[in-house]
């Protein structure tokens, strides 16, 4: 039976690391003579981890990308804006209805260069994620971004956005407040904007609630996440009537890095440190911080009309290739 959760699924290799943590703890407590032998033990424990490791994260099957795209340590947004932005100063409220916490966002400055940044942001204990709404962004989420996007545009910033939420939020509230409207207005703003827009996955890139702050010129998408219409558990309780069945749901989804680059829906795959984002966010933040800038650097030299009509071309292109195969077999 797969795994439900990330900790279940990464149980051994939490164990063996925090076995390891507990060495590495004794050695300054343990006399002179003793610490050679404890080091020994360290370096054969860190061994058998990057063996472990090597093999678990080898052989990713579209469920395993789920849990590891959701596993609880890794980076979310804020943390990405904290290593790789200076002088992020949040804006909060649309100026609508009220505050959404599940997107936040604000300008920065990148090496120097203004920006503004936009993305989803998760909690890291049930408070948190209570606070930011499990990061399902209601309707005045996406009409905060979209202040954000039309400030971007008339201060000439290049916009970049942060993609991790399973969906956007489903509740009664939202619908009668108009978040498929929402989600669609974001989405035209995005492609009105005249300066060069980025947008990366780095966790789960799900439904509308992802596309609404993901039409691009660039759409990058680190290795362990996943980019699909629908989560897993809810394609399962649709087509089957049974959640459990996630896993098979996410082979048929084509939900992994590999096939959306396969399918042209992202532009580049952003390589994770050993063992996943969550192992090394410092790592895994250089790695990010190093793509937004080839690809800020990249739409420099086009125009901002060039920019417009090269993002709605790409969006626009998504999917031909069906209609193609469907024209062929009537001739």
């Known amino acids: 039976m797969a795994a439900k959760s990330w900790k279940e699924w990464e149980r051994p290799l939490l164990e063996l690391e925090q076995s390891l943590a507990q060495l590495r703890a004794r050695i300054a407590q343990e006399p002179e003579h003793r610490r050679e032998e404890l080091l020994a033990k360290v370096a054969e424990y860190e061994r058998r ?31 990405y804006i904290n ?33 503004m940044v936009v993305g989803h942001q998760k909690g890291r204990d049930i408070q948190d994620r209570q606070y930011r709404n499990f990061a399902m962004s209601k309707p005045e989420g996406y009409r905060k971004a979209i202040r954000l996007f039309e400030m971007a545009d008339r201060f000439g910033l290049p916009v970049i ?42 966790g789960e890139g799900g439904s509308g609630g992802a596309i609404g702050i993901a039409c691009a010129n660039v759409v990058l998408m680190q290795e362990h996440a996943i980019y699909s219409v ?48 969550h ?10 911080q190093e793509a937004l800038m080839t690809s800020l650097q990249a739409l420099d030299a086009m125009s901002p009309d060039a920019l417009k009509a090269q993002r709605y071309e790409k969006f626009r292109k998504m999917g031909r290739f069906a209609e193609a195969v469907l024209a062929e077999s009537r001739d």
Do not use: N
Request: a negative charge.
């Open 83 to 115: 290593a790789i932005f200076e002088e992020f100063l949040e804006l909060d409220g649309d100026r609508l209805y009220g505050s959404d916490h599940a997107i936040v966002g604000g300008p920065a400055l990148l090496h120097g260069q203004a920006v």
């Open 49 to 79: 981890r990057d063996q472990h490791i090597q093999v678990k994260y080898s052989r990713l099957g579209p469920w395993e990308k789920v849990l590891v795209a959701r596993a609880e340590p890794r980076p979310y947004t804020l943390d």
């Open 161 to 202: 956005t942060f993609v991790d939420t399973p969906a956007a939020d489903p509740g009664v509230e939202s619908e009668s407040r108009g978040i498929s409207e929402a989600i669609a207005s974001s989405m035209l703003c995005m492609f009105g904007l005249r300066v060069p827009v980025v947008s990366i996955v780095i």
């Open 230 to 277: 629908i989560p897993p558990e809810g394609c399962a309780a649709i087509l089957w009537r049974k959640p459990e069945e996630g896993p098979k749901a996410a082979a048929a989804l084509k939900l992994t890095a590999t096939s959306a680059l396969e399918f042209d829906l992202i532009d580049r795959i952003v390589e994770e440190p050993f063992g996943g984002a």
């Open 279 to 288: 192992r090394d966010p410092l790592a895994a933040a250089e790695k990010v």
